[in-house]
């Protein structure tokens, strides 16, 4: 059985996501070790899910999109991406008690 290949791609508001995330626990917190231990965590819950990334139930969105969100648990994090032919496109993380509906 043939499994489907994704490219992997990253859009910069995910990234500016991730930096202002690691940045509130780097300096606010005063958790550096936490802070790169999150980026590490992320990392691995995204490449993991990459050779898969069709294969879990979408995320429902009140709103009309042209690509279905789908959405991988990382800590008390949630990761948006979306699958764009053969491209998984992260878009977000964003954190879980936040009203992030809104936000995407």
């Known amino acids: 059985m043939n499994e489907k290949h994704y490219d992997l791609r990253f859009l910069p508001l995910f990234e500016d996501d991730l930096n202002e995330i690691v940045d509130y626990i780097t300096y606010r917190l005063r958790n550096p070790a936490a802070a790169e231990r ?3 965590d992320v990392e691995t819950a995204i490449l993991e899910r990459l050779p898969c990334a069709e294969s879990f139930e979408p995320f429902h969105s009140a709103r009309e999109r042209q690509y279905p969100y789908y959405r991988i648990q990382v800590r008390n994090f949630t990761v948006f991406y979306v699958v764009i032919g053969n491209i998984m ?3 977000r993380i964003l954190y879980n008690r936040r009203n ?5």
């Open 38 to 40: 999150l980026v590490d």
């Open 100 to 104: 992030w509906k809104e936000q995407l």
């Open 89 to 91: 496109e992260v878009r």
